[in-house]
């Protein structure tokens, strides 16, 4: 009996650790959201490049929740519970990695950007279209730490207004296209930065979709709410 709550603890101190890592590297994301959205706004190609600079520090730390995690599986044995607190660990690190990509890519953009004719009131909807899926990573994180799944929960649903922030911006774009082909380069280039912060809106739900899992045992039963999405009006990869 000593020996089995001996291992209890080992495991739990392994987890904190673990767990630790992931709120360290959650802060890391949600930096760089808002600095992304900052240099894009302003035009700052020093603050853009220091967002992609730290991207390697967001790769490397997701890398060593995986090592951590996967050391303390094979070393712990963890029972099913426990199991599902270490594979979820391992999910939503994976999606915090990609909500960083995102904001890389984001600020990858800046630079090319600020060679271009400014579209009128652009970056300032993109920054608060980030705000909010700031606050939905925020958020998403605060309930996986307090195992909050109705905290979780509201996070899913405010995903519906993040689509409706991206169609909204989609016509936008539209419009300025429209009125002037010379738009068209720069306007391309924001619906691409616009598609990534609802794809980021999209991992915060999925982070709170974990948490879900994890305090109940099962994944949310209705789907995920979501506005029907517009087109993309361009096949431009990730650079």
Do not use: W
């Not at 426990?82 to 600020?107: P, T």
């Not at 630079?111 to 998403?140: C, F, H, T, W």
């Not at 730490?145 to 929960?153: C, E, S, W, Y």
């Amino acid at each position: 009996m000593n020996r089995d709550k001996h291992i209890s603890s080992a495991f739990d101190r392994d987890l904190e650790t673990i767990q630790a890592m992931v709120v360290k590297m959650g802060g890391m994301v949600e930096a760089a959201i808002t600095d992304g959205s900052t240099a894009l706004e302003t035009r700052d190609e020093d603050l853009a490049d220091e967002v992609r600079r730290r991207d390697a520090a967001i790769d490397a730390l997701e890398a060593q929740i995986n090592e951590d995690a996967a050391r303390l599986i094979a070393l712990r044995a963890p029972t099913a519970t426990d199991l599902r607190m270490v594979l979820a660990v391992i999910k939503i690190s994976a999606s915090l990695e990609r909500v960083g990509d995102y904001a890389k890519n984001m600020a990858k953009r800046t630079e090319v950007l600020s060679q271009m004719p400014v579209i009128e009131g652009a970056g300032m909807a993109l920054r608060r279209m980030s705000q909010a899926v700031n606050k939905m990573l925020q958020d998403s994180l605060d309930s996986y730490i307090r195992r909050d799944a109705d905290l979780a929960q509201d996070v899913r649903q405010r995903d519906l207004e993040v689509d409706q922030m991206y169609n909204a911006l989609f016509r936008e774009f539209l419009t300025h296209m429209m009125e002037d082909p010379r738009n068209i380069t720069a306007c391309m280039h924001l619906h691409f930065i616009a598609k990534n912060v609802e794809r980021m809106g999209d991992h915060a739900t999925s982070i709170a979709e974990q948490v879900v899992y994890l305090v109940t045992g099962e994944l949310p039963d209705e789907a995920r709410p979501k506005s029907n999405s517009v087109p993309m009006i361009s096949s431009m990869g990730e650079v």
